[in-house]
């Protein structure tokens, strides 16, 4: 499975951006679709996943309310609405991957495939 993240850009604060996450190949089997980002000079930080197998989905504090993941399986696509958008948004999103759901959600180590990255920037 490879994956292709898309949506990114430059938003003012306050607005709202879609953010897209197209597999390649078998995923009818993945469970765990999380969201990432990495902002210049920190490390990268979980933002949410989606655990298909029970529509449950887990956010990251400073996004809950703001942020959603979702899917549409019949395209192999999940997908990070952010609204109310803020500075502290901007960074570079990755989406990821894993079959099986684990407690380890949050961690980057927690998954194996990964998009090569969408830069989002909030002006203020």
């Known amino acids: 499975v490879q994956l292709q993240a898309s949506g990114g850009g430059l938003v003012q604060a306050g607005g709202s951006l879609r953010l897209s996450c197209a597999a390649s190949g078998r995923t009818s089997n993945t469970d765990a679709m999380a969201w990432f980002r990495q902002a210049p000079g920190k490390e990268r930080e979980f933002v949410g996943a989606l655990r298909w197998s029970l529509r449950r989905t887990y956010y990251v504090d400073s996004v809950k309310g703001r942020f959603t993941i979702s899917r549409d399986n019949a395209k192999d696509t999940w997908y990070l609405q952010m609204n109310s958008l803020k500075p502290e948004d901007t960074a570079v999103y990755y989406c990821?991957?894993?079959?099986?759901?684990?407690?380890?959600?949050?961690?980057?180590?927690?998954?194996?495939?990964w998009g090569q990255g969408t830069l989002v920037t909030v002006s203020s």
């Open positions: 990821a991957a894993r079959i099986n759901w684990n407690l380890d959600y949050a961690s980057v180590r927690h998954y194996a495939i």
